[in-house]
């Protein structure tokens, strides 16, 4: 039982270990994809300067596939803080073949 409880310790922590974190910028655009090569919509958040994410350093797009959990309810977010004016903030990875995208998986509006 204990190394059952270290197993799952040390896989949230290697999955915090791991995360990038970009710089706290606003969403200048939003873009929905209808029809990508899965099949699956993505919402994308535009920043002309980039997001400023270590290692992702040229990601102008953030972006989450429909069916992410929480993906509605970032996109929600993602749309009150491009009214709003309000700075995001995104933890996730930047795309492992194209460092021009960086995938959501953590949302902060700040």
Known sequence: MKNLMLG???????????AAETSEKKIERIQIQGNSSNGIAKYYFYNSTGWGSIGCENAKYAYMEEEASGAKAMLSLAMTSK????????????????????????????
């Open 8 to 18: 799952i310790v040390l896989s949230i922590l290697s999955v915090g270990v791991n």
């Open 83 to 110: 009214v709003t004016g309000t700075n995001v903030k995104f933890l996730g990875s930047c795309e492992p073949e194209d460092n021009a995208y960086f995938i959501i998986d953590y949302m902060y509006q700040m």
